[in-house]
């Protein structure tokens, strides 16, 4: 299997780093479901931008990969907005440039986290099975790596079916103390330590759906707390 962390092609690894001191935009500015109005301290990155960085993304895959088969591993649940959105853009492409990806889909849903924190406890839960993967390319698709340690255990569990390439999409990579240096193929947004929620990163199950990407608030995180 081919290690995910190194950046052969040309378009691997370049993201938009949002900065420490960014405080993300009011949420006046926006609209957003109003149960939540009181439970959010700002829009961190709006609903347009991630989806403009999407069909970037979209199109560097399809650059690197362009006409190989592919099988696409939506990492469940949080990524399964920005996978959807992903898969739609390189349909597009598919049908308008000169190239294009013949993909299969296939979804894995791992939990290792309650509140906000990170748990010893990672479960896979679904995808015991990958057989689907062997002698194959694999895109898997997560919506934000941290500490690493979801991303190597799903790539641990994967390498067991013998796949020809293995690639990471991330919509999201932190800057964690804690970071374990890996780091995805394709990433969107470099961002800094803090909790995000939405776009379907939950918190507690809560706010995925919530279009934009935001920044709960303390209130927030009392109130859905487990
Ligand atoms: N809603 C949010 N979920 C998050 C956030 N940071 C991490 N996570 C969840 O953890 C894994 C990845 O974490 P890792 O430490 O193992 O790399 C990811 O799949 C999410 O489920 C966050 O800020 N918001």
């Known amino acids: 299997?081919?290690?995910?962390?190194?950046?052969?092609?040309?378009?691997?690894s370049a993201a938009i780093v949002i900065n420490d001191g960014w405080p993300g935009y009011s949420l006046?500015?926006?609209t957003y479901p109003q149960?939540?109005?009181?439970?959010?301290?700002?829009?961190?990155?709006?609903?347009?931008?991630?989806?403009?960085?999407?069909?970037r993304l979209a199109r560097n895959i399809m650059d690197d990969i362009g006409d190989h088969h592919i099988v696409v591993l939506c990492v469940l649940k949080g990524g399964y907005k920005f996978c959807a959105d992903l898969l739609d853009y390189?349909?597009?492409?598919s049908c308008?440039?000169?190239?294009?990806?013949?993909?299969?889909?296939?979804f894995i849903r791992l939990k290792s986290y309650r509140n906000d924190q990170s748990t010893e406890a990672m479960q896979i839960i679904g995808g015991e099975d990958l057989t689907i993967l062997t002698g194959k390319n694999v895109l898997i698709v997560e919506a934000i790596v941290n500490t690493g340690k979801t991303m190597k255990t799903l790539l641990n569990h994967v390498e067991q079916f013998k796949p020809k390439m293995v690639k990471v999409a991330s919509l999201l990579v932190k800057r964690a103390p804690s970071g374990g240096g890996?780091?995805?193929n394709y990433v969107g947004f470099e961002i800094p330590d803090c909790f995000v929620v939405g776009y379907a990163l939950d918190y507690n199950e809560y706010f995925r759906d919530l279009n934009h990407i935001c920044v709960i608030s303390?209130?927030?995180?009392?109130k859905y707390r487990i």
């Open 1 to 12: 299997m081919e290690t995910c962390n190194k950046s052969e092609e040309k378009h691997e």
């Open 28 to 30: 006046d500015l926006f």
């Open 35 to 55: 149960h939540y109005c009181d439970d959010l301290e700002c829009v961190y990155i709006p609903h347009g931008v991630i989806q403009d960085r999407t069909e």
């Open 90 to 93: 390189i349909k597009v492409l």
């Open 96 to 106: 308008t440039s000169n190239r294009s990806i013949p993909m299969r889909v296939d």
């Open 182 to 184: 890996y780091s995805p």
């Open 218 to 222: 303390e209130k927030g995180k009392l």
